[in-house]
């Protein structure tokens, strides 16, 4: 009997030839290409995975359910990993694991294929999420496999087998960098970027414009509203058009962020493998949304619900980064922090200008104005504050420095 294979397929040099080396084995695959909101010609690649022999390729529109169900969740969380990279690709993975899953049960696949490396995080991601999802799937990651890792050292080799094959190689030998896409963020990689300290070339980037000589001087205002930490509406403050729906808020976001060179970082990461990788990211809609989000954040809740948050927030975005999106602590995490979202509603002014975006100004949904009391706070008024209470709390503060003082000296003398 002949087994069925479901592949991760993207019409790209390693999974065409993954695609061909399945068939040479003897399984039936059958392609799934998942559209996340990447510009892909999906019916180009469909075409050349049936010439080259597939059963039958699946096109899957998921690009909804992924902002809805896990970029929308990522912001009302605040996830970023390592303090800089808001998790573009790994947010996609769970998504597209989803659909690899529900096409191996459709058509009754005892395995799953997928083309990434043996040294990445998407390997990880992928066959996690899938044992969470389906715990008696077979996994097959050629980039693991004795046989074909022998016979495929690299890019040079594949090329070579595609031509063999009559399989359309559009990738050179000397490929500069290698990119993931989604409607979150376009991530680039390896090639001349493998060198830490190679400043990667301007015409690398996609997304976003260079924001010193391209993007426009005069600033824009977009507000963005929240309900329970979750976007709802954005307003283009200079036309007065919203936008409601989440995928075309997060397009909006993404067109004029890019349009002012947003959400651009470089930076060296730390795999869950172990390694220390260079990567290059545009995020530009989700950079905006993490800016008012955060802002909005500090604003609505008690300071010690935001710190204990935050804690939560950093595993979260490792549990996300590492592959862990369906795992009991990831679920876990996520409903705490859903708690604490409760009361952030409300709006933020967000000022857009080259190269970053700031909040300039940020209301609550409640009338009271939330734990934001104007009176309290006014320089003008004592609004119920008694000044002379602050001697005391001042006063207690001071007794561990003085007895440090006391017992090792003037800090001066250090």
């Not at 695959?29 to 559209?35: N, S």
């Not at 605040?78 to 529900?102: D, F, K, N």
């Not at 559009?170 to 990119?179: C, F, G, I, Y």
Request: net charge negative; hydrophobic share 40%.
């Amino acid at each position: 009997m002949v087994e069925k294979v479901i592949l991760a397929y993207s019409g790209g040099l390693d999974t065409s030839c993954i695609l061909k080396w399945l068939l040479d084995k003897g399984y039936e695959v059958i392609c799934l290409m998942a559209d996340v909101g990447q510009k892909e010609d999906f019916a180009a690649a469909r075409q050349k995975a049936l010439n080259i022999g597939a059963t039958e390729v699946i096109v899957t529109d998921v690009k909804e359910k992924f902002v809805e169900h896990y970029i929308w969740p990522a912001i009302q969380m605040g996830l970023i990993y390592e303090e800089r990279y808001l998790l573009g690709t790994s947010l996609a993975r769970p998504c597209i694991s989803v659909a690899l899953v529900e096409a191996a049960k459709k058509y009754g696949a005892k395995y799953l294929a997928h083309g990434a490396t043996g040294k990445g995080n998407d390997q990880v991601r992928f066959e996690l999420n899938a044992y969470a999802l389906l715990p008696h799937i077979k996994i097959i990651a050629p980039w693991r496999d004795e046989e074909f890792c022998n016979r495929f050292q690299g890019r040079l080799d594949l090329i070579e087998y595609a031509k063999k094959h009559g399989i359309p190689v559009s990738a050179k030998p000397a490929a500069p960098w290698s990119t993931d896409a989604n409607i979150l963020h376009i991530s680039y990689e390896s090639g001349v970027l493998e060198d830490p300290f190679h400043v990667a070339p301007e015409s690398l980037y996609e997304m976003t414009v260079d924001p010193i000589t391209k993007a426009p001087k005069t600033p824009k205002r977009v507000s963005v509203h929240f309900a329970n930490g979750l976007p709802t509406t954005v307003v283009d403050q200079s036309t007065g058009k919203q936008y409601t729906k989440p995928f075309e808020i997060l397009q909006f976001l993404n067109e004029v962020g890019g349009a002012y060179g947003i959400g651009r970082i470089d930076i060296v990461e730390n795999r869950f493998v172990g390694l220390k990788s260079r990567g290059v990211y545009e995020t530009p809609g989700g950079n905006i949304l993490f800016t008012a989000h955060q802002d909005l954040e500090v604003f609505c809740l008690d300071r010690e619900v935001l710190r204990t948050k935050q804690v939560l927030r950093n595993r979260m975005a490792d549990y996300v980064y590492n592959g862990f999106w369906f795992s009991p602590e990831a679920q876990y995490a996520r409903r705490c922090i859903e708690i604490s979202q409760e009361h952030v509603s409300g709006e933020v002014i967000v000022e857009l200008a080259p190269g970053y975006a700031r909040a300039i100004a940020r209301k609550s949904a409640k009338a009271s104005g939330g734990l934001y009391n104007e009176e309290l706070v006014s320089m003008d008024v004592h609004g119920g504050y008694v000044a002379n209470d602050a001697s005391g709390f001042i006063a207690i503060n001071s007794v561990r420095i003085r007895e440090h003082v006391r017992a090792f000296g003037d800090y001066e003398q250090h």
